[in-house]
């Protein structure tokens, strides 16, 4: 069964940090294009990061640029999203997904996690 499981998320001051797990199973990730997208109550998704399937190309959003920094373990199956000076903003559902088009914008991805909430408030 291919699934994909997001772990890390929780709840931490402005200006902390948090380190998203992305873990597949049933399928080996290292194919795959892996993205981290956030929603947001009453807000459309959005595109956080990216991950390439072979040379580790990464694109991010402008919002997270600098903060966010995302990798690939493939021996674990595992994509990670290391989120620094978190702020108010960055609280979301965050969601990783797997798929062959490197893209922020979603519809090219063919698995979805279920998500991880993060929450960020003093």
């Known amino acids: 069964q291919v699934q994909l499981v997001e772990s890390g998320g929780g709840l931490v001051q402005p200006g902390g940090s948090l380190r998203l797990s992305c873990a597949a199973s049933?399928?080996?990730?290292?194919?795959?294009?892996i993205g981290w997208f956030r929603q947001a109550p009453g807000k459309e998704r959005e595109g956080v990061s990216c991950?390439?399937?072979?040379?580790?190309?990464?694109y991010y959003a402008d919002s997270v640029k600098g903060r966010f920094t995302i990798s690939r373990d493939n021996a674990k199956n595992t994509v990670y999203l290391q989120m620094n000076s978190l702020k108010p903003e960055d609280t979301a559902v965050y969601y990783c997904?797997?798929?062959?088009?490197?893209?922020?914008?979603?519809?090219?991805?063919?698995?979805w996690g279920q998500g991880t909430q993060v929450t960020v408030s003093s």
């Open positions: 991950i390439s399937a072979s040379d580790g190309l990464t």
């Open positions: 049933g399928f080996h990730l290292n194919y795959y294009a």
């Open positions: 997904a797997a798929g062959y088009w490197l893209s922020l914008g979603g519809n090219e991805y063919d698995y």
